[in-house]
Structures are given as C-alpha cells and as structure tokens.
Nanobody, 123 residues
Framework: QVQLVESGGGLVQPGGSLRLSCVAS????????MGWYRQAPGRERELVAA???????NYTDSVKGRFTISRDNAKNTVYLQMNSLKPEDTAVYYC?????????????????WGQGTQVTVSS
C-alpha cells in the first residue's frame, strides 16, 4: 500500500554537491518521521539525517554543516542536500519513513524503505 522511490544519486567529484529526493506514494494517511540512511561496503547501515513531522532535524556528526534534510509535506517528499562531498560519503543511500496508511480493514503504521540510490564521490 505504500512505496518510497528515491532519485538523485550519482558520481560526483570531492567537494561537489548532490540532492537526493524520496517520494512516498500510496494510501497514506500521515507521515511521521522521514530520514536518510546509508550503507557503505562492509559497513553497517547508519542514520545520516532525520526530520520529524514539523521541522525538527538531527544529523550524524560526520555530515553536520554539509548536509541538509528537508521535506515537502504536500508532496510527501523528503530531500537530502549534500554539499562538500567527501570520498567517505560514498555509499548506497536509503530513504526511510514511518507512515500511517489506510485500507478497508483500518489504519496501520509501519516503517518503509526505498530501494536505495548509489552515491559515489571520487575524482
């Protein structure tokens, strides 16, 4: 009933910028927290940034001052603006959202993931 689709990944040189987008679709009643995670080869998936239904945000220390998370509630979309990218930012980036959706049998809340988008920072 709910789907998250990411876009915006790619190859960029160190110091460059990328903007990731994630659109949620389906029988959505409300979206609570939305966030971005990343997973580099051989490493655990880690939280990069999250935004609650209002404007409350939090970031992992390594991206503070370089990345900005934002959301457009009318479009059910979350963005991640990534500036001053470093090779260590290379990873697959995943969108995550806690969504309440409706069906004929009622309302349900769950955590959903996108398919992931590759970000590679290399010269």
């Amino acid at each position: 009933q709910v789907q998250l689709v990411e876009s915006g990944g790619g190859l960029v040189q160190p110091g460059g910028s990328l903007r990731l987008s994630c659109v949620a679709s389906g029988s959505i009643f409300s979206i609570n927290a939305m966030g971005w995670y990343r997973q580099a080869p051989g490493r655990e998936r880690e939280l990069v940034a999250a935004i609650i239904s209002g404007s409350s945000t939090n970031y992992t220390d390594s991206v503070k001052g370089r990345f900005t998370i934002s959301r457009d509630n009318a479009k059910n979309t979350v963005y991640l603006q990534m500036n001053s990218l470093k090779p260590e930012d290379t990873a697959v980036y995943y969108c995550n959202a806690r969504i309440t959706y409706y069906s004929r049998s009622g309302y349900y809340t769950g955590d959903y993931w996108g398919q992931g988008t590759q970000v590679t920072v290399s010269s």
